[in-house]
């Protein structure tokens, strides 16, 4: 009967580990990215945005939940992978001129922190990050002048003229 016990309060320590740790923030965060946008403005007509990054808190958290912000708007972060995330949202070209885009990026507690002070119609720039990516976005290229379409067209046009021309003054 007294293994039964010890066996019950096993299984309930087991289950609350995953729960302990779930409170604690990551500290002294370090952030390596990749970052991702559209640059030809040809074949698209939204901007896509990605960026992968790596967390690294000091304090050896595994995986914390995180949040983002971008411009005043709120976005999933994906997890990928052991302490990797992606972060993306797509832009109307007209709206997403070439700059230095941040995202911050927000824990749990971060967050509701965040969400609290937006609801309250308080400054948000209070509310500190858990670290923020900037990274610069050069805009799109709208692609040559003349599209190489045209010009092919223009010069085949050219080439069978040419070649005519000298056809009539050999028969002629």
């Known amino acids: 009967m007294a293994?039964?016990?010890?066996?019950?309060?096993a299984a309930c320590l087991l289950l609350l580990v995953p729960f302990s740790s779930a409170g604690e923030s990551c500290l002294k965060p370090t952030v390596?990215?990749?970052?991702?946008?559209?640059?030809?403005?040809v074949t698209s007509t939204d901007t896509v945005f990605l960026v992968e990054f790596d967390l690294?808190?000091?304090?050896?958290?595994?995986?914390?939940?995180?949040?983002a912000d971008v411009s005043g708007r709120q976005l999933p972060v994906s997890r990928?992978?052991?302490?990797?995330y992606q972060v993306s949202w797509v832009e109307?070209?007209?709206?997403?001129p070439a700059g230095t885009y941040t995202v911050k990026l927000f824990d749990e507690e971060g967050f509701s922190a965040l969400r609290k002070a937006q609801r309250a119609e308080e400054d948000v720039s209070t509310v500190t990050p858990l670290t923020s990516i900037a990274f610069s976005h050069k805009g799109v290229s709208q692609g040559p002048i003349v599209s190489s379409e045209l010009l092919?067209?223009?010069?085949?046009?050219?080439?069978?003229y040419a070649a005519y021309s000298a056809k009539q003054r050999i028969l002629s």
């Not at 390596?32 to 403005?41: G, V």
């Not at 109307?92 to 997403?96: C, P, Q, S, V, Y």
């Open 152 to 160: 092919a067209v223009v010069l085949s046009g050219l080439l069978w």
């Open 3 to 9: 293994s039964l016990g010890c066996a019950f309060v």
């Open 32 to 41: 390596e990215h990749q970052i991702y946008t559209t640059t030809e403005a």
């Open 56 to 67: 690294k808190c000091s304090n050896a958290i595994k995986n914390p939940f995180l949040y």
């Open 92 to 96: 109307e070209r007209k709206n997403a």
């Open 80 to 84: 990928s992978g052991d302490n990797l």
